[in-house]
């Protein structure tokens, strides 16, 4: 075979004097500029400065695409300031079938999310009513469920149930995880039996989907709630995309398993932009309380 | 002389027998699908259709029919065997309104305290366009929610694949018991292996890593009993034989159990999977 490189133009200095900065030569530019200060956005294209869409919530200021945000920032965001009480915050995982290169995987994670394990659990206040709360962490290998997620969001919601609280979680995961095996999908049959017992006792469940929620999370506790909202343009799904173009080999159409998606379909109740939250789930909780009954 | 079935007699030979050929075996052509199940255990069987909502999923045969002297519900993922029945079956790949048409059985047969049998055998809930459409994650998670509390016992039995959240979705089960060549998996062992090592071709070290045969879902708890399997496939007749004895007398034991312990053993069996001691 020919190389590829016969092909291509020989440099001409003549040609390409402008494209080329020449060694020790600095580059006309303007001033420095760090990398991180301006981000762009990836709906609308529109180049935005970073400490804007942060100051924003994570929302593109101009056609308020929903960025990732940190787990930590959304606590911030939606409860109470101070109310949040962590929980079971010290467990973490364990390589339970010896699968070859997770221990380092979740050593990886740790560092990299400074967080434990990929769920947040507590108790807080959103404007004054009382929740048990869990917040999927992306950051933390994807939000994927093994055996460590699952006994903690089955544990809030025993806890809620014994307390009488109502439970909101808000999810984002690529899924069951993989490095545990049969004892991660056994974490969908669990969580549900919680949710199920907890609804039994009369509780309130509001599942909160973030992008992307997908695969064994979404065919267990994110489609469980009794309410179910989602952020804008939220990817929320049983398969993620790529399997389904693998399997059907055919390209899928523009905003499938979007949120938008999701409620035309009928498996989502409302879509709340990240600002709104706060005062809706607040609503919510407050149409609920034992004091209304009255 | 049904002793040789006991499991404890042939978990030697599992050291030189690996993951992988029991995952090809699992899927072998001519392996007994759902239907030779039901054809063998179970008589007077009346196939009953349909979801009352979407429509019938050929992938899963649901019905009434006797075990012995015994009615029982009986729930049946089907593969086909030639290439039509294949395609017409959709190679045992469920759509939402298989689980759901599944769910309006187990429903029927807590109203009329009819124990429930569900043959699992598939590579997975079916992903694709209409799939998503109809809520294949929320099908799969009602079944996982209704089963946890269905008033009636249920043994799950895993002929072939065991296919994630697919095979769950009829799996939330007082009993799980498996094939001797039967695998229950978080995740194909080519799916794995394409995601964690970028190579398909590594399928042979992620079914070893991922621990999915009967025998490790045995050791992890998962399963109750393995059914160890003839060599020959003709001689599948004496499996037949011997788990229409053996649902039977599960069944039998459970009619012992009131509701509400039978209901807490079950939730207990997977509640206790991955628990933290010391809490």
């Known amino acids: 075979m020919l190389k590829k490189s016969l092909f291509q133009k020989p440099e001409n200095r003549l040609e390409t004097y402008e494209k080329i900065p020449v060694k020790g030569e600095q580059k006309q530019q303007g001033p420095e500029i760090p990398d991180n200060m301006f981000i762009n956005c990836p709906s609308c294209r529109e180049t935005l400065l970073s400490a804007d869409v942060k100051e924003n919530n994570g929302v593109c200021i101009k056609c308020g695409n929903h960025f990732k945000i940190g787990v930590r920032q959304r606590i911030n965001m939606l409860l109470d300031e101070g109310s949040f009480v962590g929980m079971y915050g010290d467990m973490t995982s364990r390589n339970l079938i010896d699968f070859p290169g997770y221990d380092k995987k979740l050593e990886e994670a740790t560092s990299k999310s400074g967080e434990k394990e990929a769920v947040i659990c507590g108790t807080g206040k959103i404007k004054g009513s009382s929740a048990a709360i869990f917040f999927m962490n992306g950051d933390f290998m994807m939000g994927s469920m093994g055996t460590v997620v699952g006994e903690k969001i089955t544990l809030i919601f025993e806890y809620a149930a014994a307390n009488d609280l109502p439970v909101i979680g808000y999810t984002i995961s690529g899924g069951a995880r993989m490095q545990e095996g049969i004892l991660s999908l056994m974490q969908m049959a669990k969580t549900s039996g919680a949710v199920m017992r907890h609804g039994e006792a009369g509780g309130l469940y509001i599942a909160v989907l973030t992008n992307p929620t997908t695969g064994g999370v979404t065919a267990s506790f994110a489609m469980e709630g009794d309410i179910i909202i989602s952020e804008p343009g939220a990817l929320i799904g049983f398969a993620g995309p790529r399997v389904i173009e693998q399997t059907i080999r055919q390209k899928l159409p523009q905003g499938f398993q979007r949120a938008e998606f999701m409620v035309e379909k009928g498996f989502v109740d409302a879509i709340v932009e990240r600002k709104e939250q706060r005062e809706y789930l607040s609503k919510l909780l407050k149409l609920h309380s034992k004091e209304m009954l009255v | ?279």
Request: glycine share 8%; aromatic share 8%.
């Open chain 2, 1 to 279: 002389m049904k002793n040789i079935f006991d499991s404890s007699v042939y978990e030697a030979d599992e050291s030189d027998v690996r993951a992988y050929k029991r995952v090809m075996t699992s899927r072998a052509k001519g392996r007994p699908t759902g239907k030779d199940y039901i054809d063998n255990l179970i008589s007077d069987f009346i196939e009953l259709h349909g979801d009352r909502h979407t429509g019938d999923d050929p992938a899963v045969i649901t019905g009434i029919g006797k075990l012995k002297n015994m009615p029982v519900t009986v729930i049946a993922i089907e593969k086909g065997h030639s290439t039509k029945e294949k395609i017409k079956r959709n190679f045992g790949s469920m759509h939402p309104e298989g689980y759901r048409k599944a769910l309006r059985q187990m429903k029927l047969a807590e109203k009329f305290a009819r124990p429930v049998i569900c043959i699992v055998d598939t590579s997975g809930a079916y992903c694709g366009i209409e799939a998503e459409e109809r809520g294949q994650g929320q099908a799969i998670a009602e079944n996982l929610v209704e089963m946890m509390r269905l008033k009636t016992p249920i043994v799950s039995l895993f002929i072939g694949e065991g296919g994630s959240g697919g095979a769950l979705g009829l799996a939330v089960a007082d009993k799980v018991w498996m094939l001797e060549n039967s695998y229950y998996s978080v995740i194909s062992p080519e799916g794995c292996a394409s995601i964690l090592w970028k190579d398909s071709k590594k399928m042979k070290e992620a079914a070893q890593s991922l621990r999915l045969t009967a025998y490790d879902l045995k050791d992890l708890g998962i399963a109750e009993k393995i059914i160890t399997e003839p060599e020959n496939l003709k001689d599948f007749k004496r499996i037949y034989y011997f788990l229409e004895d053996l649902l039977f007398d599960e069944f039998s034991k459970s009619k012992e159990l009131s509701t509400q312990e039978l209901l807490e053993r079950r939730y207990e069996k997977f509640r206790k999977i991955g628990r933290i001691q010391g809490l």
